[in-house]
């Protein structure tokens, strides 16, 4: 007897469709499972024998040979465990097989037969519609994210009892709750700009990196409030679309990095560790995982002392900065993880953290010798410098300058313009301009090319930052709803730009 | 200790190939001799032996002190170098060599018993426009009457925004009104002073511990182009190519402080290098000049320590006039400044000069100028203007700086 069932196998976010081909000879009893099965699909067979036998139904003693298909693509991890004990049991007559047929089958067993929460469910369910199949049967600790597929019949389960129990017509699993039974969101205070004290500079430039898309260096001592104002800038960028939100859903849900299920709905903030390794970052691994980077798809990356991180992964940051993607190549097989962030950096000033104060004990030498461990490339793509300072006690007793809500209608607004204006060209917001489109979009008035031409003379303005200054400068005037860039909105942008050298005498030079 | 001798019969085998007038086989040969124990220089100066009465040695007692029991071999080392070779290898890195019985040999460093034997000088290209030319101009040769006036800027390598910006506005005010700045294009103050000078178009003297011909540091090879460019002279008494040693510096200082008649510290720490130039230039009888510093920082402790001692103190480009000419000289001077300089700035509207008096009164970051979030943006904007017209500097911790301006 020969029964089919189909499942998914991961790949990069996406997930894959793999056919379990169950076949039961007479014979001296064996349970065999080929077709580049990792360690734990292997070890599926010890988990279904108990889950079968612990289910009430009979394990059949005679040959079976289990093939996963395609037999080319690597499988791992145990989310083929209840695909392979219904197509034992089918194989075996215990279970109607053409109903299995019409259905995806994806979750891993406990010996007692329970269905245990997986990873990549939204993948799946999302294959399972691309394949044709009505429906899916699945943990019904994940049946509501599996929801969040339209037309798409989710059919819950909490045990291989149950799972039979559908397939013989009897139930329709278990509705889809609105937690899904998962471990519950901790719900804590969203983090708002309203919690900051002081800092006006750097919040003016947080809703300004926000509005364009603009990658940001913060600079300045430890303590000062770097890490908690990069925290906040999710809260003000606008929120997330429902295509995006199922893209990051599908993500964290593939990382196995959700407390909760159904559908996210906060920009994903991540800020890896500096000790972190290149594939950690960009994503990676034997079995490739996705990195941080990919983590942070639509939300922010923050790398907080970034003279700290190692060359190699910063350096590894390039391609997924350029493309919005990366690619991940071991041996044959190629992931391909989106990765469009916002990239926060901190530094501190200088060696000793206290640059510009008469605590400072940092030479031009030491400066430039910190500033160089920064790579460079990275630099390029940063579009926006903010110093931070120390807030002083008159801030703290002050009110908030500023409320998240506000300025995210800010945002929004300012992100609508660039839409309008950019439709058409592949560029989502300011900070993708290319040259060309720069030159297309950004009109400066009279005064503003004077301001311009003066900062070019100076020196003050270098050839490599010219057009991110004007990137920056469009944001500022679309900021504040103006579609000229006025001689007021590029010293604002000149005031942000990046490259300030250590010593600026020397500049002149 | 004895002098080097100042009468040497020529050796017409040494000096055959050279040029009359060019530098005489002895002293190019004391060149090559340093060249040879430089390294045995910083050994033998571990008991921190004074390094201008090593430099006062003459060959002979310099060998035995620094060669031991290799003496012999180090005088036979020595005979065996081809001077013809370290003649070839100046002009190759385009520079002029000049002994001390040359003409075009700086008067100033005769005043110091321990002077170089010989300069290899870097200018520009050309018998009118070579180094020695240059150098002739900028601080005078044995053949001028008139000294050109000539002020030494050294400090801390490690200098604060502040000490950059005095250097700069010092170098910027003394080169308008044709005083040769003459500093080390050392990272810092000196950087700044030269920077500084170069600003006003001014031409500089930088004198170099290592190979004339080499940028050192290497950070500030566009400096070093700079100063080349725009008409200055680069200085050394070590041959071509040759990578400082330790002593070299201190060896260096003596230079810049021979060279000037005022040597001004600017931010120094106490036992610092600056402060062994300011030694080195009372040794030679020249003033010293020390821009003060609050007395709670370690940068101010060497320059406080100098005022204390009697040297002059320096607030701006005009008290080092006052050093160099004499007060009533000091004033033509600066009233011919004040009418050749550039006309007044373009006219600063209302909210800039507050913002530059909110800056006076220590509001120095845009957090503390900024009354509200969407203040930021207008006082962003408003900071940027000063920057570009010159009256504030922005720092790396994100202050800002008034700039020192010249005032007659």
Known sequence: MLAHVTTFAIQGVESRRVTVEVDLRPGLPTFTIVGLADRAVREARERVRSAILNSGFEFPARRITVNLAPAALRKEGPGFDLAIACGVLAAGGQLPAERLERVAVFGELALGGELRRGRGVLAVAEGTLAAGLRGLILPCAHAAEAALVDELGVLGAADLAEVAAILRGETDGSPPSPDGGAVPVPSGRPRDLADVRGHGGPLRALSVAAAGGHNLLLSGPPGTGKTMLAQRLPSILPPLSRAEAIEVTRIQSVAGRRPGSGLVTERPFRAPHHTISASGLVGGGSSPQPGEATLAHHGVLFLDELAEFARSALEALRQPLEDGRVAIVRGQRTAVYPTRFMLVASTNPCPCGYAGTPRCRCGEGDVARYRRRLSGPLLDRMDLLVDVQRPTPADFSAGPLCRSEQERERVVAARERQAVRLAGTGAACNAHLDAALVRRHVALDKRGAAVLRLAYDRGTLSPRGHDRVLRVARTIADLDGHETVSADHLLEALGLRQDVTASSAEDVA | ?408
């Open chain 2, 1 to 408: 200790m004895s002098e080097p001798s100042r009468d040497h019969t020529h050796d017409p085998q040494q000096a055959r190939g050279m040029t009359a007038g060019g530098p005489c086989a002895p002293c190019l040969r004391r060149a090559a001799l340093l060249r040879l124990v430089a390294g045995r220089i910083d050994v033998a100066r571990k008991r921190r032996h004074p390094i201008r009465d090593v430099l006062a040695l003459s060959d002979d007692d310099l060998l035995a002190a620094v060669g031991g029991d290799e003496a012999g071999e180090l005088r036979r080392q020595l005979d065996e170098l081809s001077l013809f070779d370290l003649l070839a290898s100046a002009s190759d890195g385009e520079l002029e060599v000049v002994c001390r019985h040359g003409a075009g040999y700086p008067a100033r460093l005769n005043d110091d018993n321990s002077a170089p034997a010989a300069l290899f000088v870097r200018g520009g290209r050309g018998p009118r426009d070579g180094g020695l030319a240059r150098l002739a101009r900028l601080v005078g040769d044995a053949r001028s009457d008139d000294q050109p006036a000539a002020v030494a800027i050294v400090g801390t390598r490690r200098a604060s925004p502040e000490g950059l910006e005095i250097a700069r506005a010092l170098g910027q005010g003394l080169a308008s009104v044709g005083v040769t700045v003459v500093s080390g294009m050392a990272l810092g103050v000196d950087s700044a002073a030269h920077a500084g000078a170069l600003e006003a178009g001014g031409p500089t003297v930088a004198v170099l511990a290592g190979g004339a011909d080499v940028a050192y540091p290497r950070s500030k090879a566009r400096l070093y182009d700079a100063i080349v460019a725009s008409g200055g002279a680069i200085v050394s008494e070590m041959p071509p190519r040759f990578a400082a040693f330790k002593w070299n510096f201190p060896a260096r200082n003596r230079i810049i402080a021979a060279l000037a008649p005022v040597t001004i510290v600017i931010e120094a720490a106490e036992r610092s290098g600056s402060l062994i130039t300011a030694e080195f230039a009372l040794e030679l009888g020249r003033d010293v000049g020390a821009v003060p510093g609050p007395v709670t920082s370690w940068r101010s402790d060497g320059t406080n320590a100098l005022l204390r001692d009697g040297a002059t103190l320096i607030r701006h480009p005009r008290d080092v006039l006052d050093l160099i000419f004499g007060v009533e000289h000091a004033e033509q001077v600066a009233r011919r400044a004040a009418a050749q300089s550039k006309p007044a700035p373009l006219d600063t509207p209302d909210e800039l000069l507050a913002l530059l008096s909110a800056i006076d009164d220590g509001r120095d970051t845009i957090d503390s100028l900024t009354p509200d979030a969407a203040g930021a943006a207008a006082v962003r904007a408003g900071l940027m203007e000063l920057e570009l017209r010159g009256l504030i500097r922005r720092t790396p911790g994100g202050r800002v700086l008034r700039t020192a301006r010249a005032e007659w």
